[in-house]
């Protein structure tokens, strides 16, 4: 299938390792396999440990994204529970049934060249307002792009301080009219300096003014 040729491209310590296809446990279908993640997500992790490790997990979850787009591949889907946690204690990328390749060469610097990502599937709590309404947001159409990663990226940050997702207050309708009007959810208590000014880059309405994911690796660094 369409994910499982992307993945198994992909190597890097911050990415879940593909490590074939399974015929035979469910005869009806194919199975994907990846190594067992004991630890579970990255939300149960901290839920469990505490959050003295959010500062260094937020960087390998940057540095695995900065990968991925080095790779010319949209993750499309970056939120907590599409990141686990390792053997080793580190952020590991996954899920990459929305994942979507960029073709080099495009002069659609708009929607930063995507072949085809016209499906709407995903969390709506972690979308770019240009994903909710595109031409309101200078974008022909619905379309994922790396500035919708990483304006998923600034949401992922804000679920590894609180354990909530975005706006989980509000019900999903309401929280993509915040979305939309400039909105985003208060400063956690807890959360840094230096990542808090990452994520109000990153979260940025306009999608050119977002940084790129070596910009953020470089803030991080700081």
């Given at each position: ?46 839920a469990y ?70 499906n709407r ?11 909710i309404m ?89």
């Open positions: 299938c369409r994910e499982a040729l992307l993945w198994q491209a992909l190597h890097h310590p911050f990415i879940l390792p593909f490590l074939g296809i399974d015929r035979h446990t469910f005869p009806a279908s194919l199975c994907m396999v990846s190594p067992w993640m004991k630890y579970g997500t990255i939300l149960k992790y901290l440990r505490g959050r003295e490790d959010v500062a260094r997990l937020t960087f390998e979850i940057a540095t695995g994204l900065d990968y991925l787009h080095s790779m010319n591949i949209v993750h499309g889907d970056l939120r907590g529970n599409n990141i686990l946690i390792s053997d080793g204690y580190h952020a590991c990328l996954s899920d990459f049934g929305l994942a979507t390749t960029i073709q080099e060469g495009s002069t659609d610097t708009t929607t930063g060249g995507l072949m085809s990502s016209s599937a995903g969390s709506v709590r972690w979308f770019a307002p240009e994903l595109p031409e309101q947001f200078g974008c022909e159409r619905f379309m994922r792009t790396r500035a919708t990663d990483v304006y998923a990226f600034a949401c992922a940050c804000l679920e590894l301080q609180t354990g909530a997702p975005p706006f989980s207050e509000l019900p999903d309708v309401p929280a993509m009219f915040k979305i939309i009007a400039g909105q985003r959810p208060a400063r956690p208590e807890n959360m840094s300096d230096r990542i808090w000014v990452v994520v109000n880059a990153a979260w940025a309405a306009d999608f050119q003014q977002r940084p790129d994911t070596s910009r953020i690796i470089s803030s991080l660094e700081e």
